[in-house]
């Protein structure tokens, strides 16, 4: 079974794969969520009692930052959420995970279609 940390990293690595330009934050939360790639909860639409923001993008931004620590994403560039080559690998992974798991819990079918029009 993917694990929902899996889930979460394939989304936030396709977005910025498809995004390729201008890859920041906002921009590939924001993709994520006008392309209708991830299942929201309750709690994922709650405000982060903290600060100003979404439960899922402050999650979301958390696991980023794993990916930058595992060089997936670009590190050290504030606001820079672009891929790396060690990403995109990473992604064709998951990606294949993801089109051979029959119970996704957060990816739509309409990320399902988007991995499925990869060409890498």
């Known amino acids: ?19 390729r330009t201008n890859v920041t934050k906002n921009n590939v939360l924001d993709y ?4 209708h790639w991830m ?8 405000t982060k ?5 979404l439960v899922w993008r402050n999650d979301l931004a958390f696991v980023r930052k794993h990916l930058a620590q595992d060089g997936l994403f670009i590190s050290g560039i504030r606001n820079n959420w672009s891929i790396t080559e060690k ?12 089109l051979n798991e029959p119970n996704l819990r957060k990816i739509t079918s ?5 991995i499925n029009n990869l060409h890498f």
Do not use: V
């Open 49 to 53: 009692h903290n600060r100003n923001e």
């Open 110 to 114: 309409n990320a399902i279609n988007s």
């Open 32 to 35: 994520i969520e006008d392309n």
């Open 87 to 98: 990403g995109i690998i990473e992604l064709k992974s998951l990606a294949n995970e993801a």
């Open 1 to 19: 079974m993917m694990s929902l940390e899996n889930e979460k990293r394939l989304l936030l690595l396709l977005s910025s794969y498809y995004l």
């Open 39 to 46: 299942t929201f909860d309750q709690h994922d639409l709650e």
